[in-house]
């Protein structure tokens, strides 16, 4: 190993004249401190995770990187976190130097505008949190896909992921095959839809009381070990959503993806006018607090997700989400108590998106547009909207809120007065006639492992959150107990703090992505319940080249789970490091 020569020399000309300044304490303690000084520090690096008795995976894979970053001569140390603090030190406050996690799963590629473009480099939330600024070689394909259609956005994304890889903000690791334990004598169609949406409980087929022993099935019953929807039912605190499933329950958008498709939703129709697309809204819609719903709160809804003070002037403060949906608009205009105009900047299927998000009533969220302080937010500028637990929500979804108990239960009831309860105009026929059952009552557990045992038990309908490998196998074994579910969109992955050094450096985050053994984590950490990826879009399913058409790079024997010292070595001097006589990889 080639050692430095400039610590050699310092060492050695303090051994040489240290008889000389013992006379003198005063210098040689001055000499010692610039010695001090320029003695190249380790790198250190902080992960921080959730802890396992949450999710195992995320911690399992920042055991491994500890490990391999160890091996690469890095001084590392591990943070496990609740969820709530993880994502909060993360999503908001920006105070992270890696973490791992997962991405709450998307439906088309053009997520990655709002994950990846500089423009929400300073903005809180799944925004960019790595604080990423690339304009040329990112930007510039973000922006072209959104005007792109067919082979054209099929370039433009397969340069944006090249580009993405070369830098490395983010690290993806896989993409999980996602299972719940379910119960089948009462509810069936478990696997119709994506457990991952609120269309996949929505579309249950209760079983009638003759095939239930005489037992209609007014409850769904779903054991959860999250506790935080019985804190908080805000749509817009990322730090207490995961998939938004139950807010997505509670407040309806005006198109939902359904069967792939965008389909009108709370909208009734819609159509494009040149390049503005008019909306029409349902009749009869309304709050759940018997409000009716109009057009006003569309257009308050975009506003308030651009600037969450409502105003015109500064600061703004932006939603920490939604965003890369909102940012489609260019403007709404309201032109009738049940129609809107959008102005859209992008191609028209894109701009489709926009209507995903979800709509709030403009006589609740307008109250809570002032600036506050809180508690354990390092934002410089914060609204009541983004930090209200809401927990008596107002929205207009096929659910209304009941009672909580925090750290206990969440029940939510039928909304009788739902669109879905009497549609018989033949559109979404799988919904028609709105939820099978009176009553969704989600239950805390300390462990997975109870809810399967509450499931088989027929305490439980379902498993609200997806098994973690370890208890998939349990499931399996369970009598009474199905599962159902399959591949997701919502990868694991690993992510940089592009802000400070040394993870400024695209070269140094490029050497660590591949201290990851991909193939390791399938095995060890998955139980083979996952494919590994390196690319943050999936186009075509796991057999597409950006799925799994690179090799991992890992820099040992894929498998192994074990880095090559001198492999790993290389990489970073490479990126303009140095070790030390100990093998410490040192700042130059």
């Known amino acids: 190993m080639t050692v430095p020569r400039g610590p050699i020399r310092r060492r050695a000309l303090l051994s040489g004249v240290a008889g000389a300044f013992a006379a003198n304490a005063g210098c040689l303690s001055r000499f010692q401190a610039s010695v001090d000084r320029d003695t190249p520090e380790q790198v250190s690096l902080s992960i921080a995770t959730v802890p396992a008795d949450e999710d195992p995976v995320p911690v399992r894979i920042a055991r491994h990187l500890a490990e391999t970053f160890a091996a690469a001569g890095i001084d590392v140390g591990l943070q496990p976190v609740t969820a709530e603090k993880l994502w909060r030190n993360v999503l908001l406050n920006q105070d992270f130097a890696v973490y791992v996690g997962q991405y709450p799963g998307y439906v088309d590629p053009d997520h990655l505008y709002g994950l990846l473009h500089s423009r929400f480099s300073e903005e809180p939330g799944w925004q960019n949190p790595f604080g990423y600024v690339n304009v040329p070689g990112v930007d510039e394909p973000l922006e072209t896909q959104r005007g792109a259609s067919d082979g054209t956005r099929s370039a433009a994304l397969s340069a944006l992921v090249e580009a993405a890889r070369e830098e490395a903000p983010l690290s993806v690791v896989a993409y999980p095959e996602e299972l719940r334990a379910v119960r089948t004598d009462r509810y069936a169609g478990w696997d119709y839809r994506s457990l991952e949406s609120p269309l996949g409980y929505l579309g249950l087929q209760g079983r009638n009381a003759a095939e239930n022993g005489g037992r209609a099935p007014d409850t769904l019953r779903l054991g959860i070990t999250d506790r935080r929807i019985t804190h908080n039912l805000n749509p817009l605190a990322v730090e207490y959503r995961d998939r938004w499933i139950v807010t997505g329950l509670l407040y309806d958008p005006l198109g939902r993806y359904v069967e792939g498709e965008i389909e009108p939703w709370l909208a009734s129709d819609w159509s494009w006018l040149d390049d503005r697309l008019r909306v029409s809204l349902r009749e009869g819609l309304t709050w759940h607090d018997g409000e009716a719903l109009t057009a006003a709160d569309v257009a308050f809804t975009y506003r308030l997700l651009e600037d969450t003070t409502y105003t015109e002037e500064n600061p703004t403060v932006p939603a920490p989400c939604f965003r890369a949906q909102s940012t489609l608009v260019g403007g709404v205009e309201v032109t009738g108590e049940r129609t809107v105009e959008f102005a859209l900047d992008a191609d028209p299927e894109i701009g489709l998106h926009a209507l995903t998000v979800p709509i709030l009533p403009m006589h609740v969220w307008e109250e809570r547009t002032t600036l506050t302080s809180i508690a354990g937010f ?64 989600f239950v805390y557990s300390p462990s997975q492992a109870n809810v399967v045992e509450g499931v088989q038990a027929g305490d439980f309908d379902a498993s609200a959150r997806a098994l973690p490998p370890t208890e ?29 050094a040394p993870l400024s450096n695209p070269r140094f985050r490029r050497a660590l992505s591949r201290l990851l053994d991909r193939e390791f984590l399938r095995t060890e950490v998955f139980d083979g319940h996952a494919i590994p990826a390196f690319s943050p879009i999936t186009v075509g399913g796991p057999s597409d080249e950006w799925y799994t058409g690179h090799g991992s790079g890992f820099a040992g024997e894929s498998g192994t789970g074990t880095v090559d010292p001198e492999v790993a070595h290389d990489l970073f001097r490479e990126a303009g490091y140095i070790y030390n006589e100990s093998g410490e990889l040192v700042v130059r």
């Not at 008596?392 to 809120?401: A, E, H, I, Q």
């Open 472 to 500: 998939i196998e349990r499931a399996e074994g369970a009598s009474e107990v199905e599962l159902a579910g399959g591949a997701t969109s919502a990868y694991y992955h690993v992510g940089f703090n592009t802000r400070n």
């Open 378 to 441: 390092d934002l410089d500028n914060v609204t009541e909207a983004l930090v209200v637990n809401n927990m008596d929500p107002v929205g207009s979804g096929p659910l209304r809120f009941e009672a909580a108990t925090p750290d206990s239960r969440l029940e939510l009831v039928r909304n009788e007065d739902h669109f879905l309860v009497g549609l018989s105009d033949g559109s979404l026929p799988a919904f028609a006639g709105g939820p099978p059952y009176e009553r969704m009552v």
